[in-house]
């Protein structure tokens, strides 16, 4: 059992947020980038909470981005946020296929339809917020559009019950990384709607609204869940 330990960096609570959520295009957007992330890091770390927010925080990260999808969330004041989607269809991902066991845990769906979603990081200031929810969620969209099925993430302990509560389930153990240290591997089905709706993760919403974009004429009746019913 996985318990609370600290405040999650995208946890949700009752404050709504307005920010515009986009995709990395320029070189000026890299450049703020960079820069958001090595302030936001310092902070974190200034606060102790660096064990907490593993790798998308750690500015000592070689971690290469490559071709990697990196996804911003802006408000007037620039970046309030950012997530990093690393699909095995674009770039070899090398060692860390073999630390997800890939092949192992999403079968035929990889290379081809996997992907890693790393580097989450939410302003502090915003951490109260629904941001990071929107964040998630937004990539969760990416990942649909770009033909994924199986998506995989790394975290602690004081994590999992938050990427849980969007459908991530852990499958192979507590593993040791060379660069984060002891972590736990999670994966999502991004087609599982079944169980995303019993969760209620707020990617169901965006599941069935992908789906009703490829079947234009066909209407999906959203199905509620009865715990007596299995």
């Known amino acids: 059992v996985y318990k609370r330990q600290a405040p999650c960096p995208w946890h949700t609570g009752s404050q709504m947020l307005d920010a515009d959520i986009r995709e990395v295009r320029s070189s000026s957007d890299r450049e703020a980038l960079d820069h958001f992330r ?7 770390a200034n606060r102790r909470q660096r ?3 593993y790798q998308f925080s750690n500015t000592t990260s070689k971690a290469p981005s490559g071709n990697a999808v990196q996804l911003i969330a802006e408000r007037d004041s620039g970046i309030v946020g950012t997530v990093q989607i690393t699909y095995a269809s674009m770039q070899d991902l090398g060692v860390e296929a073999d630390f997800y066991r890939m092949r192992e845990a ?4 990889h290379p081809s339809r996997t992907c890693v979603v790393s580097r989450l990081l939410v302003e502090p200031d915003y951490r109260g917020s629904d941001l990071g929810q929107r964040i998630c969620v937004a990539a969760y969209r990416n990942a ?7 998506a995989f993430l790394r975290c602690n302990d ?4 938050y990427f849980a509560a969007l459908g991530f389930k852990p499958y192979m153990g507590k593993s040791w990384h060379a660069q984060y240290g002891e972590v736990l591997p999670m994966k999502l089905d991004l087609l599982d709607e079944q169980y ?3 969760i ?3 990617f169901v919403s965006e599941l069935r609204a992908w789906k009703q974009s490829r079947m234009p004429n066909v209407k999906i009746t959203a199905r509620t869940h009865d715990p007596e019913t299995p």
Do not use: E, Y
């Open 158 to 161: 004081t994590l999992v019950f």
């Open 38 to 44: 090595h302030r936001v890091s310092v902070m974190d």
């Open 144 to 150: 649909l559009g770009a033909n994924a099925r199986t």
């Open 200 to 202: 209620d993760s707020p």
């Open 106 to 109: 999403a079968g035929d769906n």
């Open 51 to 53: 064990q907490i927010n």
């Open 196 to 198: 995303l709706a019993m």
